[in-house]
């Protein structure tokens, strides 16, 4: 098994199941969101940001837009207002490495 490890750590990873990134400003509210595929947010008044995925996004995004790892939820907010949208989505999907497969598209 270890020997096939070199091999594909060089292979580019297809995403069979994606969603699209979102074109317009977001709002807390709906920034939150978009961090769960629950029906809404918790009644019990806790912030998704502070939930395994909102530290994810906040400890991987936050650096693609000159901010620090893990900054507040408030700092991250308010940097994607400043950058908009259009900036935020070229930034965050150049750091993935994302293309757009070639052949026949669905």
């Known amino acids: 098994m270890s020997a096939l490890l070199p091999f594909v750590a060089d292979l580019r990873l297809v995403d069979h199941h994606c969603h699209g990134v979102v074109t317009r400003d977001l709002d807390r509210d709906g920034f939150e969101r978009m961090l769960t595929e629950a029906d809404g ?16 996004v906040r400890e991987r995004c936050a650096p693609v837009l000159d901010l620090p790892r893990h900054a507040p939820a408030v700092d991250y907010l308010a940097r994607r207002a400043e950058l908009g949208a259009a900036e935020v989505n070229r930034r965050v999907l150049r750091a993935t490495g994302t293309t757009v497969a070639s052949g026949r598209r669905h």
Do not use: K
Request: hydrophobic fraction near 50%; charge should be negative; glycine fraction near 12%.
């Open 41 to 56: 947010v918790s009644p019990l008044g806790t912030s998704l940001f502070d939930s395994l995925i909102g530290l994810a």
